[in-house]
């Protein structure tokens, strides 16, 4: 898990219950993909490939679960890249990351 003064108060999931027998994710319900191939392509050479996955582990995973993953300061700085994909939850990560970047956790890019 990865760690930073913003996270180390979140409650993620335990590794043993974030994957099935199969090794997929919880949050990945819609693919079969297990949590080390959905780790590679938020890794890929790809910047769509990434920004597609980044933004479903947003949309899907709990919000204490995406930092298991990814710092919030990538998060800041993909946002353009990925926040099409954020569906219904686009406007709580848009909240999250301007309080965070109000308090000095994170900049943003200028766009």
Do not use: C, I
């Amino acid at each position: 898990m990865l760690t930073s003064p913003l996270v180390r108060t979140l409650n993620a999931t335990p590794m043993e219950r974030l994957v099935d027998p199969q090794g997929r994710p919880y949050f990945l319900w819609d693919e079969d993909v297990t949590l080390d191939e959905f780790k590679s392509r938020l890794r890929d050479p790809s910047p769509e490939v990434r920004a597609y996955y980044l933004g479903k582990l947003l949309r899907q995973a709990k919000p204490d679960d995406v930092f298991t993953f990814v710092r919030a300061q990538e998060l800041a700085d993909a946002w353009p890249s990925f926040e099409r994909y954020l569906g219904n939850s686009r406007e709580f990560w848009r909240w999250l990351l301007a309080t965070w970047e109000r308090q000095g956790h994170v900049r943003r890019p200028a766009h």
